[in-house]
């Protein structure tokens, strides 16, 4: 885009002063990036102005957020500066672009940038390099903590400079839009990243239309297959299915004319990757689908001259409702299809009716009913409430829109591992929603699957620590039940008390939200500091001896580390927030540096063995870059169906397939003979099993086998080998050999069986 089309774009509120500070921008970026190219070949200035021109065209915003704008990669590309920045713009054209560099700047694969000096070849050779680390099994958790401390650093921005993430949408959206030029990893890794952080930004803070673009753009680079086969098909289907809604609006508005209801009717356009969503969540094609239609109808606020404006604002939903009654009374309404997000509104301010009908032709036709005002706020979301030189009569709204991201940062400072505040935005901010009740008639937003502990910490964090039950709708529930949408919530607390590790236990399902997780944590941290160090003392001196480091420098350790001490190191991993599979890993790395060769190799193949009778072949294991190779578990660590794993090439054995983590993997001398290797089948819909070793200690007991026994039969877990012995003191010892289909299925199973009466000790053995 040419900076001509950028000014023509300008709404007349733009005075040609505004103007010309866009225009002064303009010709500082233009020098600034003066020879650099986009891989598109076009120069770098046309992708500033497009940014520009997104921002003009989505949020009208004041002309220093549009010089931003422009300005946004002279910093992290060119040699201006920050103060050169400050001295031509002031404060705060400068601060935005520093957000934006910032943001930019987290890992490489959140932007798109100008060509290095080496041309187009060189950022190929670029990108293929980063691609060739990416594939590497040993680097991708340290890019998925880039890719999860891009996603901290956006929502602290929204939370604390909205405009940032403005621009940052903005940009995005433009580099999307132009991703054919790059090569096809490179596509592939900023689409996923967008379909992960961006798009769902997008829709958090209401802004629909380009949440709908940008999902349907990255869908189209992750699965070009499904988003060709999605649109042919909407576009074969084209003009019957125009000539069926044009039917369909003129019906309806007819039906509101008749019923005095002031509407506007129009159809509902459908996107791509929500029509992908719901034929995954039916699971079935999109020839099944009966419901890919869908109508909006629009109706003014409704006001009585006759009531105050607090009175009126109570009502203006009246036509809606009256409308909603209207489409009820004349097809039939499908159930649990009605949603009334006016009532209880989502937690981006989202208000609207949702139903679904059975139309005349027995198929579904889905209606949204909302005011005007619903619609505006619907449609552009935060972007209503940048208009420059508009009165901003909803800016409550926005308030409470940017105050509900800022809370979600309040447990930011107890979560110091990227990947889990990712997880805890994705369980926390991208989920879906439900809407419960309490006690006073208070309406809480939680995300589905939320528990009573979760609705406990988020009224307050001291009722979630003293929660010992809950009633839900009058009843008593177990604090594992899951809440549903209309659920009135009690909380049972006791005057003192705490929070119970096993709270924290995945497999018990207990807490959904990362909030309340944090919360928890936090109390333990700050109640038993001591039992935390020595905890992590003597895991990390277990794990040293297990792998064999001896001769540590624990204090050396702890400074490489980050910590200010070896107590400090012990106290993190004593309280779960590092753990001591990562100090291995910076010890392995070290030590390669300083010996410049890798440790001594072991012969693999004397821990090998075959299982064929549990594991099923044909959806056994598959090795990268092989195919018709034998494949043998490792019996040293056993990995499981959802563990990481790597194979090694055996002497005449066929490959050897190991847990990534499995000490003995750390020894080979020989890198050429690792192989990468993933699962060739999904773990616990399907009925492959593995073996793994359990032992389980108890105060003996009468029953005690029969109920561990039950535990297994219900889980479907197969146990073909049992050695059950007491000793003097009456402790009972069970060595298993059980039969299961995914780590995630062993771990709920120990869990289940440490619960039982006098069971002390219940975890795997031999790896």
Same mark, same amino acid.
């Given at each position: ?79 201006? @500066? ?18 934006? @560099?910032?943001? @930019? ?44 401390? @891009? ?39 900023? *689409? ?40 042919? *098909? ?108 006016? *009532? ?213 350790? *702890? ?209």
């Amino acid at each position: 885009m040419k900076i001509e089309a950028l000014m023509d774009s300008l709404p007349d509120v733009y005075s040609q002063t505004d103007r010309e500070l866009i225009l002064r921008a303009y010709r500082v970026a233009e020098k600034a990036h003066e020879g650099q190219m986009r891989a598109s070949g076009e120069p770098y200035i046309t992708h500033c102005v497009s940014v520009a021109h997104i921002l003009v065209e989505k949020f009208r915003p004041a002309p220093y957020v549009i010089q931003a704008g422009l300005l946004h990669d002279t910093v992290e590309d060119t040699d201006l @500066t920050l103060d050169d920045l400050r001295r031509d713009f002031g404060e705060r054209v400068t601060i935005l672009v520093d957000g934006v @560099t910032k943001l @930019t700047g987290l890992p490489r694969v959140s932007r798109m940038g100008a060509i290095p000096a080496g041309g187009l070849a060189a950022a190929e050779a670029q990108s293929q390099g980063e691609q060739a680390d990416a594939d590497d099994e040993w680097t991708r958790s340290r890019q998925y903590d880039a890719k999860s401390e @891009t996603l901290r650093k956006v929502m602290l921005a929204v939370a604390d400079q909205p405009e940032v993430v403005m621009i940052k949408l903005a940009d995005r959206l433009h580099n999307i839009r132009t991703l054919y030029h790059v090569p096809e990893r490179k596509q592939k890794r900023i *689409a996923r990243e967008t379909l992960d952080i961006f798009a769902p930004l997008a829709n958090r803070l209401g802004i629909w239309q380009m949440k709908w673009e940008l999902e349907d753009l990255s869908f189209r680079y992750l699965n070009p297959e499904k988003f060709y086969e999605i649109a042919n *098909a909407l576009e074969e289907r084209r003009e019957q299915r125009e000539r069926e809604m044009e039917g369909i609006i003129g019906r309806v508005r007819q039906i509101m004319r008749d019923a005095n209801i002031p509407a506007r009717v129009t159809g509902r356009p459908k996107h791509i990757y929500s029509i992908y969503k719901k034929m995954q969540r039916k699971g079935v094609p999109f020839e099944m689908l009966s419901d890919v239609r869908g109508v909006r109808i629009i109706v003014p606020s409704f006001v009585n001259p006759n009531e105050p404006p607090e009175v009126n604002k109570k009502l203006e939903a009246t036509y809606c409702y009256a409308a909603l009654g209207v489409v009820h009374s004349y097809w039939r309404p499908i159930p649990h299809e009605f949603d009334d997000y006016i *009532a209880a509104p989502k937690n981006n301010n989202y208000r609207s009716l949702h139903t679904a009908v059975v139309y005349d032709d027995g198929k579904t036709l889905e209606f949204q009913i909302r005011t005007e005002e619903m619609h505006r706020e619907a449609e552009e979301g935060i972007a209503a409430h940048w208009r420059y030189k508009e009165e901003r009569s909803s800016s409550a709204q926005f308030e409470q829109r940017i105050r509900y991201l800022r809370s979600l940062m309040e447990w930011r400072q107890d979560v110091q591992d990227a990947q889990e505040f990712m997880e805890g935005m994705k369980s926390d901010v991208f989920a879906d929603r439900v809407y419960v009740i309490t006690p006073r008639g208070d309406m809480i937003d939680l995300p589905a699957g939320a528990t009573p502990i979760d609705f406990a910490y988020h009224i307050h964090t001291e009722i979630g620590h003293r929660c010992r039950g809950a009633k839900v709708n009058g009843k008593l529930v177990p604090l594992n039940y899951e809440l549903k949408t209309g659920d009135r919530v009690e909380i049972v607390t006791v005057k003192r008390g705490g929070p119970s590790r096993d709270w924290l236990n995945p497999s018990l399902g207990m807490v959904k939200t990362q909030r309340a997780k944090a919360k928890i944590r936090r109390w333990f941290k700050e109640q038993a500091r001591e039992a935390n160090i020595a905890r992590g003392r003597d895991q990390l001196e277990h794990e040293l001896h297990r792998v064999g480091y001896q001769d540590v420098s624990l204090e050396k350790l *702890a400074q490489d580390l980050g910590y200010r001490s070896v107590d400090a190191l012990h106290f993190a991993i004593g309280c779960g927030d590092f753990t001591t599979s990562k100090v291995i890993n910076h010890l392995e790395s070290l030590e390669r540096k300083q010996k410049g060769l890798p440790p001594e190799e072991e012969d693999l193949t004397e821990y090998t063995s075959v299982s064929r009778s549990v594991v099923d072949p044909e959806r056994a294991i598959t090795v990268v870059g092989m195919s018709g190779l034998l494949t043998n578990i490792a019996r040293c660590c056993r990995p499981l169906p959802g563990e990481p794993i790597i194979g090694y090439i055996t002497r005449g054995r066929g490959v050897t397939i190991h847990r990534q983590d499995c000490p003995n993997v750390r020894k080979i001398k020989d890198r050429e003979r690792l192989v990468q290797a993933s699962w060739g089948f999904r773990t616990e819909k399907n009925h492959a099993t593995l073996p793994v070793s359990v032992r389980i200690r108890a105060y003996d007991r009468l029953g005690l086998m029969r109920e561990v026994s039950t535990i297994l039969e219900k889980e479907g877990v197969n146990m073909p080998k049992a050695d059950v012995r007491v000793d003097s003191q009456n402790i009972a010892v069970f060595d298993l050999l059980v039969e299961v289909t995914s780590i995630h299925q062993l771990s709920r199973v120990l869990a289940r069986i440490e619960n039982l009466p006098n069971v002390f000790e219940a975890i795997r053995v031999g790896g």
